[in-house]
């Protein structure tokens, strides 16, 4: 199971950091991916990031702006984005890796609504 | 990047029609192909993996084929509970991508 936290609203060129807490599997085991969701739009892969190293790969186009974390400790993945623009107003899912790297997503967080509004 | 053309990009078939969606990837991705269901306002969940596999516990009037570029999932008999948007998602390479996306609704 992914829990991810609650919704956000944040101003032009803030940063937002979204939390995924993992539970029920060996989370240094497997991979965690984000993928976000604009209104009425199809799903976008932002990166990856390795359960067990903390090794990520990021989609070129978020490659300045996004940082992926782990804390083992506590099998928590956060997502941090910054210098948001309103077209960063979307729906952000965590998601399992069915191995340790990027690959197909088994189990999905209920995803964090982030609106970025002046 | 990985392209994936989905089509149709929506259809609205009746209660028990057979429904076909095709994904076809810029460049072979052999068999690295899942479909995901999107209901209304929820998280997706994945149908199929790798190409051709139903994910434990999805209904099977679900099924995909496909090779290379060229991929289909069909629904042998729609149910009302069907209702939603299909992705196809290609993990041959990062980055990850998705296609565009199917939408189903009911007649």
């Known amino acids: 199971q992914l829990v991810q936290s609650g919704a956000e609203v944040k101003k032009p060129g803030a940063s937002v950091k979204v939390s995924c807490k993992a539970s029920?599997?060996?989370?240094?085991?497997?991979?965690i991916s984000w993928v976000r969701q604009a209104p009425g739009q199809g799903l976008e892969w932002m990166g990856w990031i390795s359960g067990y190293n903390g090794k990520t790969s990021y989609a070129q186009k978020f490659q300045d702006r996004v940082t992926m974390t782990t804390d083992t400790s506590t099998s928590t993945a956060y997502m941090e984005l910054r210098s948001l623009r309103s077209d960063d107003t979307a729906v952000y899912y965590c998601?399992?890796?069915?191995?340790?790297?990027?690959?197909?997503?088994?189990?999905w967080g209920q995803g964090t609504l982030v609106t970025v509004s002046s | 990047d990985i392209q994936l053309t989905q089509s149709p990009s929506s259809l609205s078939p009746s209660v028990g029609d057979r429904v076909t969606i095709t994904c076809r990837a810029s460049?072979?991705?052999?068999?690295?192909l899942a479909w995901y269901q999107q209901k209304p306002g929820k998280s997706p969940q994945v149908l199929i993996y790798?190409?051709?596999t139903l994910q434990s516990g999805v209904p099977s009037r679900f099924s995909g084929s496909g090779y290379g570029t060229d991929f289909t999932l069909t629904i042998s008999s729609l149910q009302p509970e069907d209702v939603g948007t299909y992705y196809c998602q290609q993990h041959y390479s990062v980055p990850v991508t998705f296609g565009g996306g199917t939408k189903v609704d009911i007649k």
């Open positions: 029920g599997y060996n989370f240094r085991s497997y991979g």
């Open positions: 460049q072979a991705i052999y068999t690295y």
């Open positions: 790798a190409a051709s």
């Open positions: 998601g399992k890796d069915v191995e340790i790297t990027a690959a197909f997503l088994d189990t």
